[in-house]
């Protein structure tokens, strides 16, 4: 059988093989003691949340049993680890070892010199090196080779962050079928920063990101601006979330990673952070403003200090009565920025301790270390205000830290609009980072605020986080993946052979009542470079004309129906024109318009598409009776007519407004907007209704005949002519089998 069944989304989770993880850090830190060695697991996010998806205690295990695989950058020499068994009882090691010149090119240098400022919207601190970008290519093929050692059938593995772009990419081609899962930790920019990048380093960024089943983000604008690198550089566009390529789809979403919960608020009565927090207490002022980061440029330290400022010079009341903690956790201070960034921190706080501060009292207790667990959350949990304001945060996971550890439901969260935590926290007060005007006056509202209303937002925070930890992030990640499987499912390509057409043409023959769809452009026509002389061939009309003798034959189109009803004029068939707008029945000569149209739009997108023709050489804009279409099959520089199309695809979706109901194609070199309101699948599927068929067949080439192959009954004959992911259940390799195939069929 060549037909895809009728599928239906019956598939549950099952177990399906080992999960791999690749990430720059192995999950333990390794430790070589005489013959032995000490493995020291990290207490990260990343670890414990991949725990959960394995082993007996697992909430939902989607992946077997096994330990979890994971390959990682080691820090020793092979010799130091040679014949050592790198496992725990939850995880095995797989070392990559980088050369240290290679690793200070591609970790120091691309990925920390260029990648994280330019996506930390900090442009003018990224070095662009050729020596970088080769390093990052040789330390991803590293990474490859060790996962080509491991890698067996089932297998799902996961690659973790910016480090590990090119990766998936590189396994996609190796090894087609294993399932990859990608997820990028930190904020993907906008175009305007990606596109800062050589021409080259950016397409291969994004082709290896893309390799990928699935690509996680933080938050929907990630996702958002990531498809656009993605059209622009790559000319892929996308339907939802989905990215289409000829031969497997990708799936981009937004995952917010969150933390443990359930640690952090149980950790409350725990007796060491129990005594952390009466230790502070006693210690500190009447009231504790708290703030914990990594040195980073990113995390608006300074900023910070000056808003804090700013609430001293204007709160003379204040004075003496509240402590701002700020712990710096040392970072890259080998650097000469890191350098210079701690020494401005170090003299602002100088300067503000003795510019307000007195024998008595210093508002601000600055530390540059780092905290062990029950002294973090001794901190967050008798802090009144956790004041987080980074100018650039993937998502900060300090924040909901703060808000888990809060047992009490006491205290205040100050957080910056630029974290991506920011969009799952609206509760908090919001302020802008670089503001500091704006953080002044937070500090005083949330000083001020009164317990009530500080219970009120940390309640619906709390539950917020408490629903979508960690386990649940994970979780949902690895539930998408399963069922890309089933979409890929769906669309796969089944090319007919002469076994699927006998069966169709035995279907075709025990039935007595048939309907036939037909797509023009593509299906019964050749595509050629001039529309208009895209001419259905004689020997197709004519078997057309013979169907037409026995079966309801319907010409289903996005042409206008001048152009139809020229062609198939002297046919018995029954025509629609402009994807459902307007038909013809057969015999009659009245054509019919949709009665959901209405022609309120036209005049507000015209303008646009205008201007797109005028700046595109070659590009036209034809108004039809029901819609608008931009075609650049004509257009004299056709890579540079498929960007202009990209971009007014990007413009159009941001510019027209849900309530007028249109809907834009990306179609075979025209971008067209429509109503909504109907499509071939509504128009085909309309007609169908009108009588009692036991046979139906639809066949297209083009996107718009994807709705007629989704709307027809599981039972219809579905043809996609072309090698396109389709939901049709069999395809046509081209254009040129058109003929033979109905030729075989009315045999
Ligand atoms: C990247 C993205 C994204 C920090 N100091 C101490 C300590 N920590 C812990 C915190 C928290 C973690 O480190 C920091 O996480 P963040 O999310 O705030 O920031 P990044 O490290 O930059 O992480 C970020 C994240 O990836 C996850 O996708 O949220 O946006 O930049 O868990 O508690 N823990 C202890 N002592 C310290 O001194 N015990």
Redesign the pocket.
Known sequence: MDLKPFMKNTQENKQIGRLVIVAYRLPFKIVREGEGVNLFQN???LVSAVLSLVGDGAQNPIVSGDKIQWIGYADNSPEELEGLSLENDSFKAHPVFIPDDVNENYYEGFCNDLIWPLCHYFPTHARFDDAYFQAYQQANELFFEKLDEIIQPGDIVWVQDYQLMLLPQMIRKKHPDVKVGFFF??PFPSYELFRMLPVQWRKAIVEGIIGADLVGF?TNDYVEYFLKAVRMVLGHGNKLHYINLSNRIVKIDSFP?S?DFNKFNDAYTDPEVVKERELARDMLKEKIIFS???L?Y?KGILHRLYGFERFLEENPNWHGRVAFVM?V?PSRDTIDRYQQMKSEIDQTVGRINADYGNINWQPIIYQY?????A??VGMYSTSDVALITPVR??????CK?YVASRQDKHGVLILSEM???AAELGEALIINPLDKQNIADSIKLALDMPIEEQEKRMKVMRSRIREYDVFAWTNDFFTQITMIEQEHEKLKQVFLTDQGIGEIRDAYRASKNRILFFDYDGTLAPIVADPAKAIVSREVKQLISTFAESDTVVIISGRDRHFLSELFLDLPVHIIAEHGALIKAKGSSEWVLNESYEENWKESIQPIMDLYAKRCPGAVVEEKETSLAWHYRTAEDREYATRRAQELVWQLKNYIQPELNLQIIDGNKVVEVKKTAFNKGTAAKDLVETGSYDFIMAMGDDKTDEDMFIELPDTAYTIKVGDMLSAARAHLRSQEEVFSFLSKIKD
Do not use: K, Q, Y
Not at 369 to 373: G, H, N, P, V, Y
Not at 393 to 398: A, Q
């Open positions: 207490s990260g996010g930790h930190i933080h990673i933390i914990v980061d990594r980073d990113s712990v956790v270390r780092s905290m062990t667990f002294e973090l945060d993937g998502m900060n996971l300090v830290e974290a991506g935590a």
